[in-house]
């Protein structure tokens, strides 16, 4: 997509935005698994605190 709008830049955005897609991925994991993992310890969101 970006070689079509600039095709002679010789920018390499492809690597940098998998990149940056695993990290969030990543990151995603580890807060889903806070949240609601088999072992998360009670920790949670409580509504009325």
């Known amino acids: 997509m970006l ?3 600039l095709p002679h830049a ?3 955005a ?6 940056r897609i ?3 991925k ?3 994991t ?3 698994d ?3 993992g088999k072992e998360n ?3 949670g969101w409580d509504e009325y605190r």
């Open 30 to 32: 580890i807060v889903y």
């Open 14 to 19: 492809k690597p940098n935005f998998e990149s």
């Open 26 to 28: 990543r990151d995603w």
């Open 34 to 36: 806070m949240l609601s």
């Open 22 to 24: 695993r990290k969030l």
């Open 3 to 5: 070689e079509n709008v």
């Open 41 to 43: 310890s009670s920790f």
């Open 10 to 12: 010789m920018l390499k």
